[in-house]
C-alpha cells in the first residue's frame, strides 16, 4: 500500500505542475487538512479552502513551476521535497525554494497535506530519519 501512496502523491503534484486541477484534486480526500506555517500559517479544511490558499501562493508568483526532487515512503506518510522557481510579481525577485510536504493518506487518498522549511523537519514529522 506504501509505494501506491508514493503514486498518489507524485501523480498529485505531475498534475497540479501540469495545470490538470482536476486530477490534482482528485488525489485529496473532500476533508483535507492543508497546514502551510512556512508560507503564512494558513491552515486550510476541505478541498476548496486547501486550493484557494495554494493558488493564493501560486498567483503571488511570476515564471512559477514546482517539481519534486525525491519522495520517500513513510507507509501512510509520504515525505516529498520539492524545488518552486520563479519571481516575485511585486518584487520581480528570483526565488529557488526547497520546500518539504508530508502527505498523510488512507484509502490512497491525501487526508492532511503539511508544508516544512527543510527536509529535516518534515522526516521527523513522519517519524523518519535522514
Request: aromatic share 8%.
Given at each position: 500500500m506504501s509505494q501506491e501512496n508514493v503514486e498518489v502523491v507524485r501523480q498529485m503534484f505531475k498534475a497540479w505542475s501540469s495545470g490538470d486541477r482536476d486530477a490534482a484534486r482528485a488525489?485529496?480526500?473532500?476533508n483535507v487538512v492543508f497546514i502551510m506555517p512556512p508560507i503564512d500559517a494558513t491552515v486550510s479544511y476541505g478541498v476548496p479552502d486547501a486550493e484557494r490558499a495554494v493558488e493564493a501562493w501560486r498567483r503571488s508568483w511570476e515564471d512559477y513551476s514546482v517539481e519534486v526532487e525525491e519522495l520517500i515512503d513513510g507507509g501512510e506518510h509520504v515525505v516529498a521535497i520539492s524545488r518552486q522557481r520563479g519571481r516575485g510579481k511585486a518584487s520581480g525577485t528570483e526565488?529557488?525554494?526547497i520546500s518539504a510536504f508530508v502527505c498523510t493518506l488512507r484509502a490512497s487518498k491525501?487526508?492532511?497535506?503539511e508544508v516544512f522549511e527543510t527536509k529535516g523537519q518534515a522526516l521527523e514529522a513522519a517519524g523518519l530519519s535522514e
Amino acid at each position: 500500500m506504501s509505494q501506491e501512496n508514493v503514486e498518489v502523491v507524485r501523480q498529485m503534484f505531475k498534475a497540479w505542475s501540469s495545470g490538470d486541477r482536476d486530477a490534482a484534486r482528485a488525489a485529496f480526500d473532500e476533508n483535507v487538512v492543508f497546514i502551510m506555517p512556512p508560507i503564512d500559517a494558513t491552515v486550510s479544511y476541505g478541498v476548496p479552502d486547501a486550493e484557494r490558499a495554494v493558488e493564493a501562493w501560486r498567483r503571488s508568483w511570476e515564471d512559477y513551476s514546482v517539481e519534486v526532487e525525491e519522495l520517500i515512503d513513510g507507509g501512510e506518510h509520504v515525505v516529498a521535497i520539492s524545488r518552486q522557481r520563479g519571481r516575485g510579481k511585486a518584487s520581480g525577485t528570483e526565488v529557488d525554494l526547497i520546500s518539504a510536504f508530508v502527505c498523510t493518506l488512507r484509502a490512497s487518498k491525501i487526508i492532511r497535506a503539511e508544508v516544512f522549511e527543510t527536509k529535516g523537519q518534515a522526516l521527523e514529522a513522519a517519524g523518519l530519519s535522514e
